[in-house]
């Protein structure tokens, strides 16, 4: 991955908050904002993909829509996670984030929670 240096101005509270989430991730500011600004850029390119869309085709009729949300209620997509699964998650990209930034990956020791087995 090519990086950019960049300079950036942030509000004083938005950075102490980053740094905190940067730490409990263990990982280093600067991919913690990148990993942050990707988020927010999917978001964004997947919004404007959608009104492209509806602009060509017009929008959803309906029925279609109701089966859709029928069909995101019955997978529970959209639904909030369980707060143990998102910091479960959460330890999981700080994880492989870790793994991104060292040459051999296999000295990067995985969260302790991962090496605990259900059936032990």
Known sequence: MTAEK??????????A?????????????SRW??????????????????????????????EAMARAR????RTGVGRPAPPEDLRANDAALAYLDR??????PEFVEPPESWMKRDDT
């Open 6 to 15: 960049l300079s950036v101005s942030l509000e004083s509270e938005t950075v």
């Open 33 to 62: 904002l990148d990993r942050a600004a990707r988020k927010v850029a999917d978001l964004e390119e997947g919004r404007a993909a959608l009104e492209e869309h509806f602009a060509e085709h017009g929008e959803p009729r309906p």
């Open 70 to 73: 029928a069909e995101m209620d």
């Open 99 to 104: 793994l991104a930034e060292v040459d051999r």
């Open 17 to 29: 908050r980053a740094r905190r989430a940067a730490e409990r991730d263990g990982i280093p500011l």
